[in-house]
């Protein structure tokens, strides 16, 4: 309200273990440059990064979310929608500045799998628990699980012209592949129509919601802040994100090898999750409050911006920056995981009910594409 004092979060166990338990890695921060400036083994400056990334991506979704209730329904939620995702966008930009063109799809696709997966099926085990089911609206879900529909067929097309031309699919592997330039072309053209159904999809939603109530995010956790205090946090965010994506990214090659892990791996799971974990969190505990149609907005939402807008933006972005473009080319278990994943997600949104056993036959799907991801 004008006028009103922003209000001080209380320090109290439902901070810690609802909103704030990411602002607990604040001291990743400075290790993670620290040890990136005294030239540590890549492997611990590859952990503190990450885990420096979440509190830097939860104060931007804070910040976010603050300047947003002070912008009414309109204007807060074109802020959401734009810097929901801004955290992965900085990280695979610096991937992408690397070369690191596998890795960033790798994320991408991550991101998508683990937002409908991972994070919705968290949220319908979690809220299902000691309830026969829970009710949502699939108004909303619907027709943002369809998006995920269009943005699936529209990877598919790179890959499908990749192998009509005689060339197969990327593996998987730290390499950066060469494509002709055709694949090139299309998929910017893709990325350019991608860009404009998001955009679409933004008006029609805000026209269709004029006048409704919208679910909101338990009053606890706002903090009040001014619109200039949320500008300002908003920057300083935006400034830790850059800075603990450059030492995370630059730390990505080795550290893979330290670990034992692949690249492939790391950018889709690692990577993946620590960019939204707060926002992933807030899905969970929302769920378990019964405000399942604010949980499937957070989980399937995102997932859908994500592949209509931030993957577009990469791709176009790759024409300017990096060694060469990004062409939108899969390899096979990207392209596999990503078309099961938005068919369930698809299904799961008709029927405007979820139970908990459907929280655990997502997150099993999820559990089987991490063991097919690490032993690729």
Known sequence: MPGQEPRTPRLDASFFFGHGWPY?????IAIAVVLDLFGASHAIVFVTSALGIVPTAALMGRATEELAARSGPGIGGL????????????????????????VVKATLVGSVLGNILLVLGAAMLVGGLGRPGQRFSPKSATPQALMLLAAAAAFSVPAVLQLVRGDGLPSVGPARFAFDTPVEVV????????????VAWLFFSLRATRGDVRPEYDQEGTWGWSVRTSVTMLAIAGVA??????????????????????????????????????????AVIVARKDQMDLSINIAIGSGAQVALFVAPVLVLAGFLIGPAPLPLVLNAYELVAMIAAVAIAYYVSRDGRSTWLEGVLLLSVYAILVIVFLLA
């Open 24 to 28: 607990l890695l604040v001291p990743f």
């Open 79 to 102: 802020l959401n929608v734009t810097f929901g995702n801004a955290p992965e966008l900085i990280i695979a930009l610096f991937a992408l500045g690397k070369g690191l063109h596998e």
């Open 187 to 198: 998929s910017g053209l893709i990325a350019g129509i991608l860009i404009a159904i998001y």
């Open 241 to 282: 994100v850059g800075v603990m994506s450059e030492i995370l990214v630059g730390s990505i090659g080795s550290a893979s090898h330290s670990l034992g892990l692949s690249e492939f791996f790391i950018g889709a799971i690692v990577v993946a999750i620590v960019g939204n974990a707060a926002e992933h969190w807030v």
